[in-house]
């Protein structure tokens, strides 16, 4: 069973960085990705990996400022955000897929709990 145990979050303000970290258990597919959905908003992908070649996206409102990374010791995928902007203030999931390693929520099935995230001007 897979099981995705995130931490990291909290209050921060502009301009400060914040490393999430999503520890992975019971998954051996290629696939990993984080998300985010503020209140109102639907969940947006933020950025997401595909292992065999290391090849990274990320949404263009984040380019620049976040890194997905894995750390193969902890068996996690991380997010390492910097330059926080209180528009990146919301919930941020960490998800895992089988298949299409794409942007967008309903090609992942397994899903953290999520963290929060709060940006102050």
């Known amino acids: 069973q897979v099981h995705l145990v995130e931490s990291g979050g909290g209050s921060v303000q502009a301009g400060g960085s914040l490393r999430l970290s999503c520890v992975v258990s019971?998954?051996?597919?290629?696939?990993m990705a984080w998300f985010r959905q503020a209140p109102g908003k639907e969940r947006e992908g933020v950025a997401r990996l595909w292992l065999p070649n290391t090849d990274t996206y990320y949404a263009d409102s984040v380019k620049g400022r976040f890194t997905i990374s894995q750390d193969k010791a902890k068996n996690s995928v991380d997010l390492q955000m910097t330059g926080l902007k209180p528009e990146d203030t919301a919930m941020y999931y960490c998800?895992?897929?089988?298949?299409?390693?794409?942007?967008?929520?309903?090609?992942?099935?397994?899903w953290g709990q999520g963290t929060q995230v709060t940006v102050s001007s």
């Open positions: 019971g998954y051996n597919g290629n696939c």
């Open positions: 998800a895992v897929g089988f298949a299409l390693c794409s942007i967008r929520p309903q090609h992942y099935n397994d």
